[in-house]
């Protein structure tokens, strides 16, 4: 075999695929698996089951034998209620205009691929959640971070900055965000949307924690003057209702970008799971209970994080999602070192601060989608942990 260069591995493989780092999630996921003792604060999965009366339509629609093909779209009454239910983030979108995808991993994916050409830069403010920037890559685009620590908010000035230096073709917002808990204000997000305006750039909004956002109302970007032609709303059933494993999301997304994303999605995708449509069109139409109460525990849980841990971390009181950050590096240790220490000594997995961006060193994501009960044995083990370091002066 003749070497020029590069492990025999590595020629075989896309040098794109090759140049991506495996998610720093994983990496913490799978030193827990297969340890019972361990209390994972780690992955971002809600704890709670489907709503019942989701699995039932879908159990009931499995027993008549609905395992189709839909249209690559998705099932129209679903894209209908999509766009119905967008109006209360701001704006009703035309359903036409709606892709239901296989969650929203699969949309981000298709955002990047419709509009970027090789070179084209994306602002990603970090810390981030870790799919936006390998996507950008193997979209063959530029990934360009913007720190936003300590206070998580991606500003105008600062922004503006960075667009001028890289003539960017989108930025990608997310909110409430993971990893950190923030969201952001109409005022906030007016800010962002000139700055797109005025440096025509693409908004892609994932907007997957639009449900769990504690007080006020979530306001989609896309809703704001002059943004609904300019934005790509990604959204889905994963973290709200529960349905990770069902693999179900949707974008939506201006006519053009709209029509670009679907001819990729017939090709790799064909259509999202029919199964998990018929769930989320009950989860749309009939579960807002089930969503009150499910922010309401999510909020207990903020609650108590926050209360008990802010004496011995810096913490931003998360404002949405299931995530905390707080800050470790007065105690002297690197996010990871934290991380596998806690994780070793205590049984607590959490995952290092830098797995979302460089600017994440520092912090730990702590995902508090775990019952009361072992949130506060998290908790207790996280403060023993502590106590046997000492705060640098
Ligand atoms: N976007 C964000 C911000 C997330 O936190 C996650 C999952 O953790 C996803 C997208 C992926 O969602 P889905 O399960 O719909 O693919």
Not at 103 to 120: M, Q, Y
Not at 257 to 277: F, G
């Amino acid at each position: 075999m003749k070497r020029t260069g590069g492990s025999r591995l590595s020629r075989r493989i896309s040098e794109r695929v090759d140049s991506i780092k495996p998610s720093g999630i994983r990496k913490f996921f799978d030193l827990v698996i297969g340890r019972p003792d361990v209390i994972s604060l780690g992955v971002g999965e809600p704890d709670f089951p489907v709503p019942w009366r989701i699995r039932e339509q879908m159990i009931y629609s499995l027993e008549r034998g609905i395992t189709s093909y839909t249209s690559n779209h998705g099932l129209p009454e679903l894209r209908e209620a999509i766009a119905e239910y967008y109006s209360k983030f701001g704006f009703r979108p035309d359903p036409e205009n709606v892709i239901v995808t296989t969650g929203v991993s699969e949309g981000i994916d298709l955002a990047l691929r419709a509009i970027l050409n090789p070179g084209d830069a994306v602002l990603i403010p970090e810390p981030a959640y870790v799919s936006y920037k390998p996507l950008t890559i193997l979209a063959g685009g530029e990934a360009v971070a913007i720190p936003t620590t300590p206070d998580f908010k991606p500003n105008y000035d600062h922004l503006s900055k960075y667009a001028k230096e890289f003539e960017p073709k989108a930025i990608i917002l997310n909110y409430p965000n993971n990893p950190t808990g923030v969201t952001y204000s109409k005022k906030e997000l007016e800010e962002i949307a000139d700055l797109a305006i005025e440096f025509d750039m693409i908004v892609v909004s994932d907007e997957i924690y639009s449900e769990l956002t504690y007080s006020g109302k979530h306001v989609s970007v896309a809703s704001l003057n002059g943004m609904e032609e300019r934005t790509i709303v990604l959204n889905g059933f994963s973290k709200a209702f529960a349905m990770t494993g069902l693999r179900i999301g949707y974008v939506i997304a201006p006519e053009d970008i709209a029509e670009a994303m679907l001819k990729i999605h017939q090709y790799c995708m064909l259509c999202a799971p029919i199964t998990a449509q018929i769930g989320a069109l009950e989860a749309l139409r009939n579960c807002d209970e089930e969503l009150d109460r499910v922010r309401a525990e999510y909020m207990r849980r903020r609650n108590l994080f926050v209360k008990r841990l802010s004496g011995v971390f810096e913490i931003r009181k998360p404002e949405g999602a299931f995530y905390a950050f707080p800050k470790i590096s007065d105690y002297g240790l690197s996010s990871e070192e934290f991380a596998e220490r806690l994780l070793l000594e205590k049984g607590v997995a959490v995952v290092p601060g830098n797995a979302f961006g460089d600017c994440g060193e520092g912090y730990i994501r702590c995902a508090y989608a775990v019952s009361m009960e072992k949130l506060k044995e998290a908790i207790d083990r996280i403060e023993d942990f502590v106590r046997g370091l000492r705060p640098n002066p």
